[in-house]
């Protein structure tokens, strides 16, 4: 699989490009929207993207846990996750792109 | 949140901007997280996460009813891991029954 890596910065970029702000700006912005998801998932709520997917968070139990080096038992606390489902259109996408391109 | 009141959200913290632009922000986005996916790029936002694909290879599947070998292709699938940041912060501040 190709390696690269895409950060806040190629975001931004890709906002100034689209939307004409100030590069300041646009980086910026990005912050904000990764800012306001966050929250949102901080407070319980579910975020949805159409076209994208949605992030949910989940509440698991506590739970006995295992040392696998030495097979100890570790008490796992009860905790909230995150989690990410992607939708059908995202999923097609990669799919298409990466899987039709790169033969099964 | 949907995409919607995420740019209402964001429109009135930023009165200055046209609601428009800020819909054209929140599409682009998502639009390059969605296209470096699709080049099999990883996408990595500290404190957020990190959105990468992960390869399926192709296998025998099984029909549940009939019990009949299918042949399944290989797959390729959008992946998220919560940042560290973000993990912790789930877990640090008083927790709510009810989402929203």
């Given at each position: 699989m190709a390696g690269k890596t895409v950060t806040r910065a190629q975001l931004s970029e890709a906002v100034y490009q689209e939307v004409g702000l100030s590069r300041n700006e646009s980086a910026q912005l990005v912050e904000s929207v990764l800012s306001e998801i966050r929250d949102s998932l901080v407070r319980g709520d579910t975020v949805k993207i159409s076209s994208f997917g949605s992030f949910s968070v989940r509440q698991k139990g506590g739970r006995i846990g295992r040392?696998?080096?030495?097979?100890e038992g570790v008490p796992i606390a009860p905790r909230r996750v995150l989690v990410f489902r992607p939708s059908h259109v995202l999923k097609e996408e990669v799919n298409e792109t990466l899987s039709g391109a790169m033969g099964g | 949140m949907i995409k919607s009141e995420l740019i209402a959200r964001l429109a009135e913290r930023n009165p200055h901007l046209f609601q428009r632009d800020v819909e054209r922000i929140v599409t682009t986005i998502f639009d390059e997280i969605t296209a470096a996916l699709c080049r099999g790029d990883r996408v990595e936002l500290r404190g957020f996460g990190a959105f990468s694909v992960k390869r399926r290879p192709a296998r025998v599947g099984r029909?549940?009813?009939?019990?009949e070998a299918v042949q399944v292709a290989e797959k390729h699938v959008p992946f998220f891991k919560t940042g560290k940041e973000l993990r912790e912060r789930l877990n640090a501040e008083p927790q709510e029954d009810t989402g929203g």
């Open positions: 040392n696998p080096k030495t097979g | 029909n549940p009813r009939t019990g």
